[in-house]
Structure formats: structure tokens, C-alpha cells
């Protein structure tokens, strides 16, 4: 892991990665009872019960219980589809971790700036094991992890800060994948290992400069943005979502897009494929996914399904 000798500063990038489981009820809530808004959806013309959970990835335990729709989803869905499938967790972190590298022969010194390389070595160094074992830990120049892709560098100098106050273990996809498994309800993925593990693994040279660039360069409010962007998750606030997203998509749209728009074009068929086989499902992906003006939900209404918000 990098270690940042002078604290690196996170931005827009932090906000993104941070936003991307009893017997079965397949009745649904009755119509008429209303409840606060949060992230989660339902198709009213489905033919069974059908949730579009928009998930948080960091939270604390003080977040639970979540609000009564996330349970609905939890209770009426037998089927819940991931981004990727969880159960595949193991081989994506392999095949994540090896797209984080360079092949042999190239490293991160004819991928960036001289300018950022000079920067990074002198104030990074890298956390590694030490040889006597798994649990030491010493500290070494930047220079001996020079195969790593800068997007992996910026990942691991922007979360880590994004997530100071809470943790990725108690995060609500993670308690939708844990609660799914412990009810032994069936689990899959929007996407598979390799599509998921390109996301990030696929960025350009160019682009995973810049990521890593907003790293080191945006102003230090890392926390005040995310306690926003939690905030309008609460409240299922989807264009304060949106907006707390802006600066990205006005500054990189090409990977904003990526990240998002993209992959929300993607999935939609593959949504409307599980719409059509009658079996009660839920979608739950990062909550950016369902907001803007290219969300799933919105895709979804011009193929002529009624959504309502919970």
C-alpha cells in the first residue's frame, strides 16, 4: 500500500469509489403506506416484486437498521443481482491486482510526467510486508513499486482518506451480499469478473495519470464531500448525487462516463432480461448508477417501465 510521506489531499475520484445479504415473502408492500425516501426503487409493472437498491460502499454500524424499504427488497427479492457477483470476489481481486501492473519490461516511468515521477518519489513511500512475515511491515522508496499503474496509486491514496470515518466492511452492498448469502438466495452479477476488473483496469495511460493527478492535487476536503454525498444517500436525494459528481464529469467526461453512463447502457438489457423471467429481484449497485439524466431508472422508463421511488 502507498504511503504518503506529506498527506495527499483526495477529491473527486474518493467520492466516486465511494458510490461501483427467514423464509421467502414475495408479496409486496402495501400501496398505501408511505415511508421516508431513501435509495431504493420498485418497478410497479414488473411482474414480480423488482427493487433497484442504490448502495453506499463505506458506512459505520450506527447506519443500521437501514430504512424499511431496504429490508422490503431484502424480503420480497429471491434473486440479487451485483455489480459483479460477490461469490466471484476471489478471482476478481486476482485478476484486479494484476491489471494493477505493468508487464514485465514497463513501469510507471514512461507512463506519467517527469514532473509527477519526481514528485512521487520524493514524498511516497510503500508499505510492503516484511520477509519475516505477513504481519511486519516496513517501509521503502516509491522506486521499488514502480510496476503499479498510476490509477492503482491514486485508488490507494483517495480512498483510504474518503472513508477516515467509516468503513467499506459495514457498507450497504456488503450487507445486501452478506444478508443474500446467510438467506441463501440466489446471487449474480450485471457484469462478469473481466468486465468488472476492465472498469478500472482498461483506463489509458493518460487517463490514469489524471486520476492520479486529483489524487495529489484537489483541495482537502475529503470528508466535508463525502458527508455530502452520504447525506443525499440517506435521503435518496438523486440530484444531489448527481451534482456531488460534477466535477469529474466536467473535468474527465470521458471517464466519468466510464465509470457510469457506460456501464448503466450496458446493464439496462440485461436488467430488462431478468425484468422478463417473472422472478423477484434486486438490482443493488452504486447509487450514482440511479441518478442523472442516463441512470438506469431513466433508461428504464423509455423502455416503458413505471418506477416509483420508497
Known sequence: MFFPVRRAASGPIALLVALTLIPLATQAAPQGKKFPKCCVWRVTNAKAPFYLVGSIHALSKKDYPLPKPYDMALEDSTRFLFEFDPTQHAEFQKKFEAAAKYRPGQDIRSKISPELLAWLR?????????????????????????????????????????????????????????????????????????????????????????????????????????????????????????????????????????????????????IEAALKTGKPTAIVAGALHFSGPHSVISLLQKRGYKIEQL
Open 122 to 270: 520524493k514524498n511516497m513511500l510503500t508499505v510492503i510486508p516484511d520477509a519475516r512475515g505477513e504481519k511486519d511491515e516496513r517501509l521503502v522508496s516509491f522506486d521499488s513499486q514502480l510496476r503499479y499503474k498510476p490509477w492503482w496509486i491514486a485508488q490507494h491514496l483517495a480512498a483510504p482518506a474518503s472513508y477516515s470515518k467509516t468503513s467499506a466492511s459495514h457498507g450497504s452492498d456488503n450487507y445486501f451480499v452478506d444478508r443474500a448469502m446467510k438467506l441463501r438466495k440466489e446471487i449474480g452479477g450485471l457484469e462478469s469478473v473481466d468486465e468488472h476488473v476492465a472498469v478500472m483496469g482498461g483506463l489509458s495511460d493518460r487517463d490514469g495519470e489524471f486520476m492520479l493527478q486529483q489524487a495529489l492535487t484537489q483541495p482537502d476536503n475529503v470528508d466535508k464531500e463525502f458527508g455530502r454525498m452520504y447525506k443525499a444517500w440517506r435521503k435518496g436525494d438523486t440530484n444531489a448525487l448527481w451534482a456531488g459528481d460534477a466535477p469529474l464529469r466536467s473535468k474527465a467526461p470521458r471517464i466519468a462516463a466510464r465509470f457510469v453512463d457506460d456501464r448503466n447502457v450496458k446493464w439496462v438489457p440485461r
